[in-house]
């Protein structure tokens, strides 16, 4: 690594939800419920496929015409049954580990998310890593969020980084998807439960298990090249 790129800011830019919070799957509960309330049954493998995508893409994806009358109603009903279900959230593996890592290495932790804020103040308090995190993103920051490079950009400016010095983590293909259009490399995770295939065709220049597998591999990763010496 040069003197040049050892003395840059560097910043390592993650996802949330099913990156370092196992909570994909409670998002798909809670939109099934709120689908179903406003009177739309869609099967959880649709909702799956969904999750990490703009919410007015996601909704008219699996509400189709109705999106425009009812998308309101089921985003608030998602909301209420998302954070009802904050007591099952946790860390997944190596999450907070990989943060402090990262931290102690000199690399700014940056989450890049356009979560809204309530949820977001959720997620912190269940990683419960703040004090290594450097700076966050939330919907009050992005227009659209992903596949949309919006999210990504709000994360390079805020930590004063550029696609050269900043490595985008995330378990979902519209994460690898924001990241290429940004310039930036993409790490792709299989804790959201998409494949290690679908990942490496939206752009993921590596894919490991889960943020555990990816601090075991950390010196030969991608976000190796962010590391101080």
Do not use: C
């Amino acid at each position: 690594m040069s003197s040049e790129s050892s003395t840059a800011v560097r910043a390592a830019l993650f996802d949330v939800d099913g990156t370092l919070v196992d909570s994909n799957y409670l998002h798909v509960r809670a939109w099934q419920r709120a689908f179903r309330e406003v009177g739309h049954d869609v099967d959880a493998w649709r909702v799956h496929r969904a999750i990490g995508l703009d919410s007015s893409l996601l909704l008219e994806s699996l509400l189709g015409d109705d999106a425009d009358t009812l998308g309101d109603r089921a985003k608030d009903l998602h909301k209420t049954y998302y954070l009802g279900a904050r007591d099952s959230m946790r860390p997944l593996a190596g999450a907070r580990e990989l943060i402090r890592e990262l931290h102690g290495r000199g690399v700014q932790v940056v989450l890049a998310t356009s979560a809204p804020e309530e949820e977001l103040d959720v997620l912190r308090e269940v990683l419960s890593v703040d004090s290594y995190i450097a700076h966050t993103t939330s919907s009050e920051d992005v227009d659209s969020a992903k596949p949309d490079p919006g999210v990504v950009r709000a994360a390079m400016d805020r930590s004063s980084t550029s696609s050269d010095t900043a490595v985008m983590v995330g378990d979902a293909v519209w994460d690898g998807k924001a990241a290429s259009r940004a310039g930036v490399t993409f790490v792709g995770l299989l804790s959201g439960g998409i494949s290690r295939a679908e990942l490496t065709e939206a752009g993921a220049e590596a894919v490991f298990e889960d943020a555990q597998d990816l601090l075991d591999h950390l010196e030969s990763s991608p976000l190796a090249r962010l590391l101080g010496s």
